[in-house]
């Protein structure tokens, strides 16, 4: 990944309900998307509000045990902490502008430096592979200095085989969704008139089996296998991931086939064997669980929403999804900024974005496979209004003269 063109990812600490969203909005608004929040564990980065109780007891423990993550520290007081970049609030767009470039900077040193080393072990791996066997007995010392560099090499080319569960976003724009998504025939998803049937349920396509699959090993926390009359899908939950050997076109045509009842009688879900969870496997076919789940849902959509979402009702989003592993769909960053602010109905996000209804049905579909969105049904959530949108200012400079010349007339 390009760190110089991809926006940083960064976790919240120390930071309320309130207080994260803010930071959420602050970053993809003034900051200009430099940064985006995520969950702790995929993140690059960490932002620490150091004033609250439980931001003071995670710098101890962050100090304590060294955390490698960088780490950005905001505060009322002038504060010094060797290796971490201070902010003293209220918090300048500068500040954290230089501040997130500081991280970027310090991830691809780290990155380069990584890479070196993984380059000379390779080298280094395959010169000794080279060499003759010796029949005299090896120096002990210069065993010990090799076993690490070894064992280094093993552990971290295993993983980064994981291409597909490491990949960069793929993002699709206007241009290529229609042809990557596909369409319902006899259906116009953005036609007001016709959202009332531009839904669709889960349970009648692959989708729906994966998430039923998903949950069953994920409450057993037991790796399982789905078996579909096709090549079968194994999951890993304690490792969050997938493995499937089907080309990625196959499946996406695959997901978006309805799944009638002949096909449906032959899917199973069954614990995987001690032999199978022993077999090699091509390190490039596993994919994380929410990534695979979120782009099948995309695939089900072709552009509708979930039949269990009331598109009369306002949907709230729970927290910023993570865009740096998911397929991105046409203004989704827009979408998620906006349902960030407060629950509004999937219309209303269409009509204030000025975007076509089906980009704002297909993030609902995925976001809620995700068990990101929900219905509005807290008092938090119907307590305020979400604020208006201003008009943007390019394309309102015509409409304001009319206005003001129709208002003379009057």
């Known amino acids: 990944m390009d760190r110089k063109s991809s926006p940083l990812t960064v976790a919240l600490q120390g930071m309320d309900a309130r207080s994260s969203k803010m930071m959420a909005m602050y970053l993809q608004g003034p900051c200009k998307g430099e940064a985006v929040v995520i969950s702790d564990g995929y993140a690059d980065a960490l932002i620490l509000d150091a004033d609250s109780m439980s931001g003071q007891a995670f710098l101890k423990t962050f100090l304590a045990e060294g955390v490698e993550k960088p780490l950005i520290l905001i505060s009322l007081h002038e504060t010094h902490v060797e290796n971490v970049i201070c902010i003293k609030k209220p918090v300048k767009t500068d500040d954290m502008l230089m501040a997130l470039s500081q991280i970027k900077s310090r991830l691809t040193q780290r990155k380069q430096h990584e890479d070196r080393i993984s380059k000379a072990a390779i080298e280094e791996y395959r010169v000794e592979s080279e060499e003759n066997f010796v029949t005299t007995k090896p120096n002990v010392a210069e065993v010990i200095e090799e076993k690490p560099v070894l064992k280094s090499y093993v552990i971290r080319t295993d993983e980064q085989l994981k291409t597909s569960k ?85 499946l996406r045509a695959f997901a978006g086939l309805l799944i009638n009842s002949t096909l449906g009688a032959s899917m199973s879900v069954t614990p995987l064997s001690q032999e ?135």
Not at 200 to 222: D, I, L, P
Not at 288 to 311: E, N, T
Not at 378 to 405: C, Y
Request: glycine residues 4%; hydrophobic residues 40%; contains cysteine.
């Open 166 to 250: 490491h990949q960069a976003a793929m993002q699709l724009n206007e241009k290529a969704f229609g042809a990557f998504i596909g369409n319902v025939p006899g259906l116009d998803v953005n036609d007001p008139r016709q959202f009332a049937k531009a839904n669709y349920n889960a349970k009648h396509y692959f989708q729906g089996y994966v998430e039923s699959a998903f949950n069953v090993s994920r409450t057993k926390v037991q790796a399982r296998q789905l078996n579909s009359g096709w090549n079968p899908l194994l999951i890993f939950p304690e490792a969050n991931e997938i493995w499937i050997d089907v080309d990625e076109n196959q």
């Open 276 to 410: 199978l969870l022993d077999q090699e496997r091509i390190l490039e076919k596993y994919q994380s669980m929410d990534a695979f789940l979120w782009k099948v849902a995309c695939w089900a959509s072709k552009g509708r929403y979930p039949h269990q979402l009331d598109i009369r009702q306002p949907i709230y989003l729970k927290h910023w999804p993570n865009f740096t592993r998911l397929l991105v769909t046409p203004h989704a960053l827009r979408i998620s900024a906006l349902m960030i602010k407060g629950p509004r109905t999937l219309p209303n996000i269409a009509e204030v974005l000025n975007i076509k209804p089906q980009y704002v049905f297909i993030f609902a579909s995925a976001a809620y496979a995700l068990g990101l969105v929900g219905h509005a049904k807290r008092d938090a959530d119907v307590l305020f209004q979400p604020p208006e949108i201003k008009p943007n200012k390019n394309q309102s400079i015509l409409g304001r003269i009319i206005s003001t010349l129709l208002g003379k007339k009057a």
